[in-house]
């Protein structure tokens, strides 16, 4: 198992074109399960092969355990990549497969077997040892690779998108071994995707990319609570978070945050600076309040019922928020509503830029 430290990590493919890789800084516990998250196309592979030593790096370094790995090459790195899993040998068996590895390396028949037998139980692939490959459904497939994968012991596990080509009840089931394979194996792991609840649910820590450029690194719960720019709020979330364009004004030594005609006190421990502002709220963090006790009036304009929840989709002014309610919450098309915001969880952030130039056209 390994730490590993990349500072000033730069890729460049092309000398004239930007940089897909900007210089990022980043560590990574020894046993530590750290997803990168992003757009497709924000870098999130190419800093993953570079780790591998798939990729060359253009500038800066990368450590394992404090150790330069820059020119060593992948094979003595000792990663295993979950590409791995999509080059299963079709006509031996699952076994075989699953073997291979160890018996490339010389290993006993009595050890090969004890190994393939431990893994295929914590992979429950045991009833398909004996199975050829190709009889196997993708999600089986993709186990085995898993399997053979990890047998090696690899000091480093990383997985580039490894299930988003698997159906939801698939992807479900795989997240779950993924996480049971890494609270059973402890090896360092490295998860990248670009799908938002993947990494939620899967890592210790998220590193969150955007234009080969690391926004935030921090703990699932930091990411969703405390987002440190609009980027990072609107990444992460399902549904959006909303964000509400306005103005934070002072008054009488208090800071009100106004929008579509109407404002409300700001709770004292929000950070405010007078200006224009976007307001962010998640969906969770907002609820119906009453005509004596609001922050923002809205008017009701769909619910989706989702049985265990209902979705409310409301309007205050021009701007459409959702926010999650009971599922006996059904308004009126055209109701008027009263918001509460959580006053623990608002957050502020810089204009959006188009916003204030669509503003200034409208003056
Ligand atoms: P992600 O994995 O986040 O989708 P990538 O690391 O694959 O992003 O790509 C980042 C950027 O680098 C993209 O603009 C992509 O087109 C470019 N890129 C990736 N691989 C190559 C390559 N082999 N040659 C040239 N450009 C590449
Ligand atoms: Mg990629």
């Not at 921090?218 to 959006?240: H, K, S, W």
């Not at 021009?318 to 098309?333: A, K, N, S």
Request: aromatic share 6%; proline share 6%.
């Amino acid at each position: 198992m390994a730490s590993i430290q990349a500072e000033r990590l730069v890729k460049r493919y092309n000398p004239g074109a930007p940089p897909a890789v900007t210089g990022i800084d980043f560590e990574i516990a020894d046993g530590e399960f750290v997803a990168i998250l992003g757009p497709s196309g924000c870098g999130k592979s190419s800093t993953m092969r570079m780790i591998a030593g798939l990729e060359t790096i253009t500038e800066g370094t990368i450590r394992f355990d404090g150790k330069l790995v820059n020119e060593v090459r992948a094979r003595e790195r000792k990663v295993a990549m979950s590409f791995e899993s999509y080059a299963l040998y079709p006509t031996i068996s699952v076994y075989e497969n699953i073997a291979f590895p160890l018996r490339c390396r010389g290993e006993s028949s009595v050890e090969i077997d004890r190994q393939v037998r431990q893994i295929a139980e914590t992979m429950e692939l045991a009833p398909l040892l004996g199975r050829r490959t190709k009889e196997l459904s993708s999600g089986q497939a993709q186990r085995v690779g898993l399997a053979r994968a990890l047998i090696r012991r690899p000091t480093v596990f990383l997985l580039d998108e490894p299930i988003s080509h698997l159906d939801t009840r698939q992807r479900y089931r795989m997240r779950q071994f993924i996480k049971s394979i890494h609270r059973d194996f402890r090896t360092t792991m490295i998860y990248v995707t670009h799908d938002q609840e993947e990494a939620m649910a899967l890592a210790d820590r998220i590193i969150v990319m955007s234009h080969g450029d690391i926004q935030q690194i921090g703990t699932p719960e930091e990411i969703y609570e405390r987002p440190v720019n609009a980027f990072v709020a609107g990444f992460v979330g399902e549904p959006p978070i909303n964000f509400i364009d306005g103005e934070v004004l002072v008054q009488d030594g208090e800071f009100h945050f106004a929008t579509a005609g109407q404002s409300f006190l700001l709770p004292h421990k929000v950070q405010a600076t007078p200006g224009r502002m976007r307001l962010a709220v998640r969906p969770a963090w907002l609820s119906l309040g009453s005509e004596a006790d609001h922050h923002l009036r809205a008017t009701h304009f769909v619910t989706e019922r989702l049985q265990d929840h209902n979705i409310l989709v409301v309007d205050v002014g021009r701007t459409r928020v959702t926010l999650l309610t009971d599922p006996t919450v059904v308004p009126q098309d055209g109701q008027n509503l009263y918001l509460r915001l959580d006053p623990d969880r608002i957050l502020l952030y810089p204009p959006d830029r188009s916003q204030v130039a669509a503003d200034d056209d409208d003056s």
